[in-house]
């Protein structure tokens, strides 16, 4: 395969693991060879997402996308995203019978639960006929395989993730205050309800806690922990030097299918404090490089006695390398399948 036109609905400004990821893969899949366009909310007149304003909705129409994706010709069609562009882009295919695959980035019906009065069961439906339509659906663990499947989701693919082992490493000197207590236990990512942050606000901790990253929590939560030192958004190097920075990272989502911040903090020499549910599972358990409890204060606190070289030595095992062979494999597969599909007809 020679082209991949990639639909995604999230993109920049917006700093989270999807754009990251989609990012990443295309630098990798442009090395081998492959040609990667995006068709992004950055071509439309966009309007904010309710309750959630940093997430641009993108207006246009289906002959606009129709248009576009001819005017891209590449040679299979992914969809990143359950946005409009990802609705639009989807319904076209499956009109002209034309293969492509999915990805489930977001636990999207907690997501829509943790906000408004919808019940799971009517979200995962949408979901279910969403991605079930493709000719694969692509998600980052076993443990998110293993719940999509039991809720009637098909054509599941694995597709990892990795990590810049050269931008998240570990680093000398500080970017914090030097009067900063010590030890120091720090979350990195959005700032906003699904992301269970006041848990980790909420603990018991000795030395200090600092927040990471930007989003629509953050102004409510600086003003109701005045003793969390929240220093915003933060990219590139700046970022893997507050990873650095760290004596512990505590990731107390619930509903994330992966956590790639988990592996860019392993890869700073930072252990992980978690709760022992679906993305920290698998990319922690068993591995020695954080703990996992549902007592999640007595997992920051037994994290400080991890080896820092031992964490860097589990995200090693990440590379975005092998997580993007894994993506172009899973879209060949996808064609052929389709191939077989229409022939047997």
Known sequence: MSSILVVTDAWHPQINGVVRSLERTA?????????????????????????????????????????????????????ATEGPLGLLAASIAKKRGQPFTTSYHTRFPEYVSARMPVPLSWSYAWMRRFHNAGDGCMVATKSLENDLRDRGFSNLMRWSRGV??????PYDGSVLPADLPGP???????????????????LKLSGSKVVVGGGPQ??????????????????????????SDADVFVFPSLTDTFGNVMLEALACGVPVAAYPVMGPLDVIGGTGAGVLSDNLAEAAEAALDIPRDHCRSIALNYTWAASSRQFLENCNAAINRSTTANAAE
């Open 27 to 79: 630098e990798e899949l442009s090395a081998l060879g492959v040609r990667v366009e995006f068709l992004t909310p950055q071509s439309f007149r966009t309007l904010p997402c309710p309750t959630y304003p940093e997430i641009r909705l993108s207006l246009t129409h289906r002959g606009t996308i129709r248009r576009m994706i001819d005017e891209f010709g590449c040679e299979h069609l992914h969809i």
């Open 164 to 169: 810049d082992e050269n931008l998240f490493k």
């Open 218 to 243: 953050l102004e409510a939560l600086r003003r109701e922990y005045s003793d969390t030192l929240f220093v915003g958004s933060k990219t590139g190097e700046d970022l893997a030097r507050h990873y």
């Open 184 to 202: 120091v236990f720090m979350y990195v990512g959005r700032v906003a309800i699904e992301k269970n942050i006041k848990a980790f606000l909420d």
